[in-house]
């Protein structure tokens, strides 16, 4: 069964950036978030490409996959929370590294949350969930 937003007190929807190089993948999570009317999809292909993104749409949330064509997710995260604004949005890790230790060291890396690929549709849901109780 899908999950509907469990926080009711945002009444508005939230943006989510989803930096990705790989197309299926995004139009995946692009899918699997249409069903939610809480939140409205932005993407973009390049670490880079995000950044600039990010920058222009303000996402509440970012996922972000680790292994990107020009700068690592790592990179990504370490930018991104250089920009005013960004030292506290929700950024969760995508990524087929899925060992406990590369988990640990993305949440260490200060991420919000980390999901491995495949994504499991109710661990997305359950990621961004978390992330907006976490907004204020």
């Not at 197309?23 to 249409?34: K, P």
């Not at 972000?64 to 250089?82: M, Y």
């Amino acid at each position: 069964m899908i999950s509907s937003p469990s926080n009711k007190d945002h009444q508005q929807r939230v943006t989510v950036l989803y930096i990705e190089d790989d197309s299926a993948n995004r139009q995946l999570v692009q899918l699997i978030l249409a069903r939610r009317e809480d939140i409205r999809f932005f993407e973009a292909e390049t670490g880079n490409a995000g950044l600039d993104m990010a920058k222009q749409f303000q996402p509440d949330i970012i996922l972000l996959d680790l292994s990107l064509p020009d700068i690592s997710g790592f990179e990504v995260l370490t930018q991104l929370r250089q920009i005013n604004g960004y030292e506290a949005t929700p950024v969760i890790a995508v990524s087929g590294d899925n060992l406990p230790e590369d988990i640990q060291l993305g949440m260490q890396a200060g991420f919000h949350g980390y999901l491995t690929k495949p994504i499991i549709i109710a661990e997305l849901y359950a990621a961004l969930d978390q992330a907006l109780a976490s907004l204020p």
